[in-house]
């Protein structure tokens, strides 16, 4: 655990407990399932990401928006936003997602602890497949009303 938190980043403590993780679940069989976990964990930090690193906008009729100025500012020529929508269904799935990723995580160290010989009965099913949601709505489906119509042109035009 102190080398988990020695890392002043999320992804470093991800790549240290992969490092520690990987070789031990593969030995007991749990490469399959740990793969599973770490590809849901890796789509929960991009979904943390996106909205640590925002500045939000809502409009009364369009409802919440938000845009990463990192992004912005990495491209090349224009400094520009790209506003995505975001609304309480596509959050509350977002959600559930990590109850998943929590569910998988619950799961691996409860077989690993029974393929060790730590535990001898399964408390915990083997989560259920759970689709990925979205990181945000359609770009073209949700166009903010405050940009002008060049830029409203531009932002449907993007592709999700």
């Not at 789509?43 to 009729?61: I, T």
């Not at 936003?81 to 990590?98: C, K, M, N, S, T």
């Amino acid at each position: 655990m102190r080398a988990l938190y020695r890392q002043p980043a999320t992804t470093g403590r991800i790549e240290v407990a992969d490092a520690a993780l990987k070789p031990m679940l593969t030995a007991h069989g749990l490469a399959e399932e740990y793969r599973i976990s770490m590809d849901a964990v890796a789509y929960c930090l991009r979904v943390r990401n996106q909205f640590a690193h925002c500045n939000w906008r809502d409009h009364p009729e369009a409802g919440l928006f938000f845009t990463d100025l990192t992004e912005a500012a990495a491209r090349d020529g224009i400094f520009t936003f790209v506003w995505r929508h975001i609304d309480p269904p596509l959050l509350e799935r977002q959600a559930a997602y990590f109850g998943y990723v929590m569910e998988w995580l619950t799961y691996l160290d409860i077989e690993l602890s029974i393929r060790a010989g730590k535990l001898s009965i399964s408390s915990w099913p083997k989560p259920a497949e759970l689709e990925l949601p979205p990181l945000c709505n359609p770009l073209a489906a949700h166009v903010p009303h405050w940009l002008s119509q060049r830029e409203k042109e531009r932002h449907a035009a993007r592709v999700d």
